[in-house]
């Protein structure tokens, strides 16, 4: 019944969304019972999980829930555990491994596991609190990839199923536009600079909320290039769609837009090329994506209204004192300073090369020598800070060898664009926000499924170029 409702729209879906919208008053007026319900959830997932061992793939469903929601349970500010979305979705995977009797079908993932303990070793501090902080926030993310890859690596899926585990994945989406209405309105927010706006963001990290609406976009924009309705309503498709992108441009923060944008671009444009059946689709919906594209262009100008013009300097890479003077800086920064800490990173791991400073260790490394903590926002720089050579090896491995052997052993075209969108929407995330959130380790081992071909969505052109 579960999953029946994801994938057919069944009357639940209904009270589904009317409860998350819910949790977005809530996080407004009782925040804490946010907080309470996303902690109380994952207990019941894994129990769930490990009750009807995995049926329907519930873990599947509960993890890609799971990283939608934790920004929410940051936000609501009731913080059992900081790491408790990333920690929570491994333990529901993990048990979905095991319930599921899944065979660990790529040993790759299991070295990937081995390289990440040594520098917890290496991790040192005078205050034993600090050493746990640092390695369990360090290691937090790496791990969320490894056991998303042992639950997700060649696992079979219908194209229904990960269709209605997807829409399962976005109902945090309306408890986050809700939420933020709520607590930022559009007529209260004031934009006098180009900065990232925690303002905007609901008084949180605006990386992390931009991430994570970038994200949500990137669900129903995906569904409606598939020419398949999200919710029930197609109407209420287009008016998340808006609500989210307006939101995530608001939040100052491009990383999370520019992401979704590229992952959903590369992967349409891929589709495009090689599937001759998407083609006459697109001549079928065409009115739809056009529908669409003129929504994404005439929310982003509403949004530069809203903002002044600020939001186009920002994305020009302009300074607040550029944009106030006219006089352009020859040090400015596009990437917010990410570049210098990813040098530091680097410089980090040339006088560490073996096993690297150990977890966390690369923020003292920078206030030792460049005289300021700085974290890093770049998940490869980091690991090779952090880990030294196993970094590298991790990068190799876990960022290059595994998604290239995969792509090329799949010849299923949409199997291809499905993986494309999900690695690739992953895979940049972590170069703007490193792996912060539980959402890029956790989508990237997803983009791992094996699409099994069962009905006529599947049926491959004898045309085509997609065996």
């Not at 302009?318 to 920064?333: A, C, P, W």
């Amino acid at each position: 019944m579960f999953m029946r409702d994801l994938m057919n729209h069944g009357g639940r879906y209904w009270a589904y969304i009317g409860f998350h919208a819910l949790m977005g008053v809530l996080l407004k007026v009782a925040p804490s019972m946010v907080g309470i319900y996303f902690l109380l959830f994952i207990v019941f997932a894994v129990f769930n999980v490990f009750m009807t061992a995995d049926r329907d793939d519930r873990a599947a469903a509960y993890a890609l829930y799971v990283i939608g929601f934790e920004i929410l349970y940051r936000m609501s500010g009731f913080i059992v555990f900081y790491e408790l979305g990333k920690y929570g979705a491994i333990m529901i995977l993990l048990m979905g491994t095991i319930m599921g009797k899944r065979s660990f079908r790529a040993p790759v993932f299991i070295l990937l596991l081995l390289l990440l303990i040594p520098a917890i070793f290496l991790t040192h501090s005078s205050d034993s609190e600090r050493i746990r902080e640092m390695v369990l926030f360090n290691l937090s993310g790496p791990l969320t990839l490894v056991f998303s890859g042992f639950y997700f690596y060649n696992k079979p899926m219908t194209k229904a199923a990960i269709l209605g585990i997807l829409r399962f994945a976005f109902l945090p989406a309306f408890a986050m536009i809700i939420g933020l209405s709520l607590r930022a309105g559009l007529d209260t927010l004031h934009f006098t600079s180009v900065q990232s706006n925690p303002e905007a963001s609901g008084g949180f990290a605006a990386n992390q909320v931009s991430t994570i609406l970038g994200w949500f976009i990137l669900i129903p924009v995906f569904f409606a290039l598939q020419g398949v309705k999200l919710t029930p309503w197609r109407v209420l498709d287009y008016v998340m769609i808006v609500f989210l992108f307006l939101r995530g441009l608001l939040t100052f923060s491009r990383g999370g837009i520019l992401s979704m944008l590229a992952a959903l671009s590369l992967g349409f444009i891929y589709l495009y090329f090689r599937s001759y059946d998407f083609r006459l689709q697109i001549r079928r919906i065409g009115s739809y994506v056009l529908l669409g594209v003129g929504l994404l262009v005439i929310t982003a100008f509403w949004a530069n209204s809203l903002t002044n013009n600020y939001l186009l300097f920002r994305y020009q890479g302009k300074s607040t004192s550029e944009v106030l003077t006219g006089i352009e800086r020859q040090d400015k920064s596009y990437l917010s300073g990410r570049e210098y800490i990813m040098l530091g990173d680097l410089k980090a791991f040339i006088q560490y090369p073996i096993l690297g400073t150990g977890y966390g260790m690369a923020m003292e490394f920078h206030k030792r020598e460049f005289g300021h903590a700085a974290a890093a926002h770049t998940e490869y720089s980091r690991l090779l800070a952090e880990q030294g050579v196993l970094g590298l090896l991790f990068i190799l491995l876990a960022y290059v060898y595994l998604p290239i052997y995969f792509f090329r052993q799949r010849r299923f075209t949409m199997q291809r664009t499905f993986f494309l969108v999900f690695f690739l929407v992953s895979f940049f995330t972590m170069f703007h926000a490193a792996m912060r959130l539980a959402m890029p380790g956790i989508v990237m081992g997803f983009s791992f499924f094996l699409m099994v071909p069962t009905s006529r969505s599947f049926v491959q052109p004898k045309n085509d170029k997609q065996r």
